[in-house]
């Protein structure tokens, strides 16, 4: 039977690092190519601690249904943290909890896009986003990332010129995949041009937590006087990824709508993960907590960052040094023998997975020179050997 | 500011059902509103047990991302409960796992149906499903029904008059919020249209386990030698709706694109809530507890009915026995004083909370004698206080 299906899933794909998961799913390949959360960064026994402790007290609250917008206590605890650590949040703004951050990407387009409508994303930037983006028949229109954030000038002509421009998705910490953070001067810029232009801000910011060095920039969303930015946080990162919690801090108007979406997609987020990370949040140290994970990043970034300056620098490859979160983005030389694509496949069958960049960008047919390593997944014994592998190879073909 | 909101929120509202939980949240109303399971048929022990031995074996497996697809495992124990119990699921078809069956209305709709397509359903039929059709801008064609199912000459005449139909959504057990289900006559006839007119059916059946009385009757899935139809399955009323637990079985084109789609909405389902119905359904005697709900719901129901019999039926209000599920549909009398809509307001006054029956046809402002209540969230008291109450106002001013 030949199936109608919709438009906006036609053209549809599964990501392009999901395909290469398949190769590193062989145990004999060394995968860079994963975003996860270092393993040993989950409060194992924090959790198993207290997910016995609200089973035991209040199992019907953890098993019955639950609001949409998200279990009280939780949305009252992050917003506290939030307003207190970042000043994110204004009376014009409410809480809800989703199922991850990528959810609110998703209803976040389904209240304000149409189909055909722009979205004004970084180039390179995070696919699953892009893929949310495109699930709803936007158009995107990719800015290139400068080692400060998006270029400014490509910005505006972009506002100008580009139709029905709903917003501009950014990453402003340690950017997927260029690790690259936008400096304070870019961010006031960058809202500056949305008030200008009447487009929204959505600004993600699942790495935040992570800094390993330098000091923490203001979140654009704290200098959103005129109610135009909404904000994904997400507990994937600083608590676990399996349990599927995010938030969003967002006007309220948009924010109703949002929460009319999210009751038709999944009614709301389990509750148990939600009571989990509320007790983990308010009862256990969590400063203290976010710390220990900074110390278990900076760790393996830097030991990532030495053997990058051992192995590939010499080859030619080059990478910009990042600040937190979990990516490094490799540039190969100017004048390589081999493209980047093509040094990406001899790079698995030589044992070792990136992720090729161009499968970030708003176009994957475009040109592109670079990839994105994970150091946060991999061992540091997988990470050398991996490492040392691409370097050799880059030395023989590049 | 004013936000420019896309069409498809325009006139998506909340629904009126939740708008009726603000009452029924005073503590003096009974409500006979809600559609929560039980809390008694939660396996509270059993999950708690499963629970912390998992975060003790396999925590990382229980907090680290996940497939989109859903746990293997759990995919592998559901599919082989669906093909050995109900003969669900072919060759042409696969199984993934969902953040409630509510996910499977939002992906499919997603998949299939551009703005402006015509999905037709059962009038009544569950708000939360019509709410996520809605969300696409769908159009909604309801076909009244009767005590064994759809009018078939309604729905044939929908499918020949109807422009894009792309969908017959259709509860076929215990429906929400009438009650009944479709005679096996009915589910081949609709199967046997569906064919003709090149359209699919999307099967919901959260309450198949729940029947009380009489024989089950196949599902239409069962039927699809054509690929034609998308099953939704839930845990819902059998393990838990707290955790969002749901599972599709549909033809693998189809699947393919809602999996991409997922990947883009929520990235995978809570993996411990995962792990632990895995768990449950394979290592626990899930038909004996399955068994033991039936009897939860037999003798509420049966209380419930009784006392409509009692109090309601002197009065003049009428309703269909139901061979399971957790709602009652009943209906005023022809030449009643008052309509249905005041007498659910003089009710709320009376302190006791139904939803009026116009809440769940496609168009709320159409005129509805009936309205439904709920007889698994009420203790005995409650239900016994509320339909008293009920009774007593109907005959006053009935």
Redesign the interface.
């Known amino acids: ?1 030949e ?7 036609q053209t ?4 392009a690092i ?1 395909e290469i998961f398949k190769y590193a799913a062989d145990p004999t390949v060394v995968s860079l190519s994963a ?3 270092a ?1 040993e960064a ?1 409060p ?1 026994e924090a ?2 601690e207290i ?2 402790k609200i ?2 007290e209040n ?8 609001f ?1 917008e998200g279990y009280p206590l939780l949305r009252t605890a992050v917003w506290d943290f939030m307003k207190n650590k970042y000043n994110v949040g204004s009376d014009n703004d409410d809480i809800i909890i989703t ?2 951050a ?2 609110v ?2 209803l976040f387009t ?6 055909g ?1 722009t979205v004004i994303c970084e180039a390179p930037s995070f696919i ?1 986003s892009l ?2 983006f ?2 709803y028949n936007c158009r995107l229109c990719g800015i290139p990332v400068e080692s400060d954030g998006m270029n400014l000038e490509a910005l505006e002509k972009a506002l100008q010129t580009e139709k029905n421009v ?1 917003f501009i998705y950014i990453i402003a910490n340690f950017q997927n995949p260029s690790g690259i953070t936008t400096s304070f001067e870019k961010r006031k810029a960058i809202y500056d041009l949305a008030v200008k232009y009447n487009v ?1 801000i959505l600004e993600d910011n699942p790495y935040g937590e992570l800094r390993i060095s330098g000091e923490d920039v203001p979140c654009i969303k704290s200098l959103d006087t ?3 930015v909404v904000y994904a946080g997400s507990f ?1 990162k600083v608590l ?5 919690l995010g938030f969003t801090i967002a ?1 309220k ?2 924010l109703q ?1 949002m ?3 999210k ?11 939600q009571m989990v990370a509320y007790k983990f949040i308010t009862e256990y140290d969590f400063e203290a907590h976010l710390a220990s994970l900074r110390q278990i990043y900076k760790k393996k970034a830097e030991f990532c960052m030495g053997l990058l300056d051992q192995y590939l620098v010499p080859a030619g490859i080059t990478y910009e040094r990042i600040e937190g979160g979990l990516f490094i983005w490799c540039k190969l030389p100017e004048n390589a023998k081999m493209s980047m694509n093509e040094f990406c496949k001899e790079a698995v069958l030589n044992k070792v997975c990136v992720v090729p960049g161009n499968a970030f960008l708003t176009d994957e047919t475009e040109q592109c020179s670079s990839f994105r390593i994970n150091f946060s997944t991999p061992t540091d014994e997988q990470l050398e050997k991996g490492i040392k592998i691409l370097g050799k190879l880059a030395a023989e073909v590049l």
């Open positions: 039977m199936y109608l299906l919709s438009d906006r899933v549809l794909k599964p990501s999901r975003g996860n959360p393993p989950f194992v959790i198993a997910s016995a089973l035991q199992p019907v609250g953890a098993l019955q249904y639950s949409t199922s991850g990528q959810q990407m998703d389904k209240t304000v896009c149409n189909e409508d699953g893929n949310s495109r699930s709903r929204m005129d109610g135009i994937s676990s990824p399996g349990m599927r006007p108007p948009v709508k929460i009319v979406c009751q038709g997609e999944d009614v709301h987020t389990n509750s148990w993960a």
